[in-house]
């Protein structure tokens, strides 16, 4: 249990080098080695094993602005996926003995048993600050025998490809479909297309007596009316949604077929295009779990968690008119104005850009999924 920032690398140097020559020097944390991705910050205070292990931070290398991390270690309960996905972490001041009644293990021991390279040490805040004023950017971090002169690290990261224009869905989602039950009374049947879901994401519609047939990336439209479903649900996931055409096809004929439709984050940038409109990349996204979102059916504020660094570019006010009807944007982000959710007026569809699942993070939006269920009932059907 006890472990130090040292135990896993020895006292040796770890770099974080960003692709605009920027380097931080700082000590290794986790496995020793080199990684790449994209620079992100995270204003999580609590949640790292859930961050860790959404998939939706696929090639990204996230920095924790919270000051300490690895206070509650690491336990066997709390995983959004069967790994972690995050490409690296940065830390400044690693917690030198975890202290809770699940933990397992230290987070540098877990970091290190599945070889994600991270650094603790550095100054956070001074990254976090550039990261905001310069944008999200390519990072590689590189410890141990890795780190040879900083003109070939910055070479290596420069080398990297961009978020923008990755395709990731496919590498992170399940490859077979599977079956989450219904808990209690099985009240309806979700196709759920697995773009990189969060695990909580099918328990939450499971606890409202939802049978969730979770399907991979690549599923066609066929797939997905053979579990004959009363809904269709569409996950968050990594990378730039521009890419993922399958999935935008596919919920157009879910659309066409006006079945009843939910979308979280990927999810709802996929809603997004398949309405028409464009998806652009934020300066630095929004990620953490004490963001406000105005829901504007109600006028009511919520305190949300978020992890997206694209938004779907969809007029504020008013009414659009699509193809599949009116659309109106349903929630927006207080910070900063972005578009949080997207109703359809004419069809049963909806979608959210922040996490209602709240794997960190706080209930207040839980009201979705049962918005979700009752859009199933045979009286809207
Ligand atoms: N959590 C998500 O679904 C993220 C969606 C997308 N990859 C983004 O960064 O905006």
Redesign the pocket.
Known sequence: MRSGPMSAGGPTAAVLVLEDGRVFRGRPYGALGETFGEAVFSTGMTGYQETLT?P??DRQIVVATAPQIGNTGWNDEDDESGRIWVSGYVVRDPARVPSNWRARRSLDEELERQGVVGISGIDTRALTRHLRERGSMRAGIFSGEAIVGEAELLARVQAQPQ?KGAN?CEEVATKEAYVVPAIGEKRFTVAAID??I?GMTPHRMAERGIEVHVLPATATVEDVYAVEPDGVFF???????ETADHPVAVMRAVLERGTPLFG??????ILGRALGFG?Y??KY?HRGINQPVQDRTTGKVEVTA??????VDAPLDGVSETPFGRVEVSHVCLNDGVVEGLRLLDRPAFSV?Y?PEAAAGPHDAAYLFDRFASLMEPAHG
């Open positions: 959404d939706s931070y978020m990731l773009l990189g969060k996950s968050n996931g990594p990378g730039d949604p979280i984050c990927f999810g709802q940038q998806t990349k934020l996204g978020h992890n997206h660094g694209f938004a850009q996490h």
